[in-house]
C-alpha cells in the first residue's frame, strides 16, 4: 500500500467512479423494466456491430492454450499449490471464493507480488513447507471484484473507492512491468457484468492504466465471465467493446442461474428453477447459452471457456472419488465436444483428468477456435425457457439449500470463501443459488414434490 500505487488507484477511481455509478443505475432501470412486464432479447441498436466483419486481439503465447485452469482465493498455500498442478491457467480469485476481510484483500495482493516475481513460498503452522516448483507453472490471470462492490477501507473524502477498480489497480500498477519482463503480461478475469457498456468502461480503465505506466496499448487481456442473463444477450457487443483487449468469455454457470432468479423474481412460477442439484448443463436453456458463447467466441477469434466443475474428490473415500471422478468426467467431455478451448476445476486432483479429456479431442493443437459453429441459431426464447428444465422442486431440496447455505455463511464469515461441503466446492456463487432458491419457493408458495406441502409466508 505505497503512496504511488494507492495514487494510481486514486487516480482511477475519480475518472471512472460516476460511471461505475451510473452503470448501476442502468442495472436498477432494467430490473424495474422486467417487473413491470417486460423481457430481454438482443439489442436493436447494435445488430451492426453483429452483423458486421471483425476479430478480437491475437493471444498472447502463455494464453494460446487453456485446456484446464484451476481456480481459487488468493492464499499463499492454495496459490502455490495451484501453480504447481499442471493446471495451464491459474485464475487467482479476488472475488467469488475470496471473502473480502481486509486482511484476506491485503494478502492476496502480497501474493499476486510473490507470483508475479516467482518467489512466493509458504510455511504452515504446522511445520510443512510450500514452494513454486521449477519448470512451468501456471499462467496467472487474476479476477477483480464485480462492480457492484465498493471497497470501504480505502476512501477519499469520505467515499470509498469502487472494489474492482482497488484490485486491478493494486495488481497491474505493481505487477504488470514485472510481469511483462518475464514473458508474460497483466491478464484478467472479469465478473459480474451485465452490458456491453460496463464491459466499455472496464476497457476505458485498461486504456488509461497503460497510459499512465507507460505500458503499450493492448498488452492486458481479458476474459469476461458471462454469469449473468443480461449478458447473454450482449455476448457479441461486450467481446467488440474490448476487442483490443480481449481473451475470450466464460460460462459462469452457478452466477448465471442466480441472475435469472434476480431479474425475474417479479415472474412466477414460470421462472421457478428446479432442485439445485438437478441444475445440469443439459437443460434447453443451458444448452442455449453454451451454444451461444461457443459459436460467437470462436466466430470473433476469442477463446470460449467451459465452466467449474465444483466436484471435490476424496483420497480417503473411494466411492465419494469415483462420483466425483464420473461427474467430472461427463461434464468436459460435453465441453471439448461442444467446441469449448478449455474448461474449470476446483482442485489439483481434477487437473490431470480434464486436461486428457480435452487433449483427447485438441492433440498437439493449443485450442479449437477455429471450429465454428454455423448450425447455432438461438433466440430470446431459448435462452429464457426456464419452465422446460427437467426437475422437480422438492423439501430433500430445500433441506440442501438451507444446509449449504448455512454452512457456507459460517465459513465466510470466518474469513474462508472456498468452503468444502458435501465434497463440493462452494462459493458465493453457489451460496447465492441455494439461497435465492429458497427465497423464490417461498415468494412463489410452491408445492413440493415429495411430501405435497406448501412453502410459504
Not at 465441453?335 to 479429456?357: M, Q
Request: proline share 4%; glycine share 6%.
Amino acid at each position: 500500500l505505497t503512496a504511488d500505487a494507492l495514487e494510481f488507484v486514486l487516480h482511477l477511481d475519480r475518472l471512472f467512479h460516476e460511471r461505475r455509478d451510473a452503470l448501476l443505475g442502468a442495472r436498477l432501470t432494467r430490473r424495474k423494466q422486467l417487473a413491470a412486464g417486460q423481457s430481454l432479447d438482443f439489442l436493436s441498436e447494435t445488430a451492426p456491430i453483429r452483423s458486421a466483419e471483425w476479430q478480437v486481439a491475437q493471444a498472447p503465447a502463455d494464453l494460446l492454450d487453456r485446456r484446464v485452469e484451476i481456480t481459487g482465493p488468493t492464499d499463499p498455500k492454495m496459490a502455490i499449490n495451484a501453480l504447481n498442478s499442471g493446471a495451464k491457467v491459474w485464475l487467482a480469485d479476488l472475488e467469488d471464493s475470496n471473502t473480502p476481510h481486509w486482511k484476506n484483500v491485503v494478502e492476496g495482493q502480497v501474493v499476486l507480488q510473490g507470483v508475479a516475481r516467482k518467489n512466493l513460498s509458504f510455511t504452515s503452522p504446522e511445520g510443512k513447507n510450500y514452494a513454486l516448483k521449477e519448470g512451468p507453472l501456471a499462467t496467472l490471470v487474476v479476477r477483480p471484484r464485480g462492480w457492484h462492490f465498493d471497497e470501504r477501507h480505502l476512501t477519499e473524502h469520505g467515499r470509498p473507492v469502487v472494489a474492482a477498480i482497488f484490485d486491478f489497480g493494486m495488481h497491474f500498477f505493481h505487477n504488470a512491468k514485472e510481469l511483462i519482463a518475464r514473458g508474460s503480461g497483466p491478464y484478467f478475469y472479469l465478473p459480474k457484468m451485465e452490458s456491453h457498456l460496463e464491459a466499455r468502461l472496464w476497457n476505458d480503465i485498461f486504456v488509461e492504466a497503460q497510459k499512465v505506466l507507460g505500458i503499450a496499448q493492448g498488452t492486458i487481456r481479458a476474459t469476461v465471465l458471462i454469469e449473468t442473463i443480461p449478458a447473454a444477450f450482449e455476448m457479441e457487443e461486450i467481446l467488440y467493446e474490448l476487442k483490443d483487449h480481449m481473451s475470450g468469455l466464460n460460462a459462469g454457470r452457478w452466477d448465471y442461474l442466480f441472475s435469472i432468479v434476480k431479474n425475474f423474481r417479479d415472474a412466477g412460477v414460470k421462472f421457478v428453477l428446479p432442485d439445485r442439484a438437478s441444475l445440469t448443463m443439459t437443460a434447453p436453456m443451458m444448452r442455449a447459452y453454451t451454444d451461444l458463447l461457443v459459436s460467437t467466441c470462436h466466430k470473433r477469434g476469442a477463446f470460449a471457456m467451459g465452466g467449474m466443475a465444483a466436484f471435490i474428490p476424496s483420497r480417503k473415500d473411494e466411492a465419494v472419488n469415483k462420483i466425483a471422478i464420473e461427474k467430472v468426467t461427463a461434464d468436459k467431455n460435453r465441453e471439448v465436444t461442444d467446441g469449448f478451448d478449455g474448461s474449470w476445476v476446483a482442485h489439483p486432483d481434477l487437473v490431470a483428468l480434464c486436461a486428457d479429456i480435452f487433449t483427447s479431442v485438441l492433440g498437439d493443437r493449443p485450442n479449437q477456435v477455429d471450429r465454428l459453429r454455423p448450425e447455432v441459431h438461438v433466440t430470446a426464447a431459448q435462452l429464457l425457457s426456464v419452465d422446460q428444465t427437467p426437475g422437480s422442486v422438492s423439501e430433500a431440496g430445500l433441506h440442501q439449500n438451507i444446509d449449504i447455505a448455512l454452512q457456507y455463511l459460517a465459513a465466510w464469515l470466518d474469513g474462508n470463501g472456498a468452503a468444502s461441503i458435501h465434497n463440493l466446492m462452494e462459493d458465493a456463487a453457489t451460496a447465492e443459488i441455494s439461497r435465492s432458491q429458497i427465497w423464490q419457493q417461498v415468494k412463489n408458495a410452491v408445492t413440493y414434490s415429495d411430501t405435497w406441502r406448501i412453502f410459504c409466508c
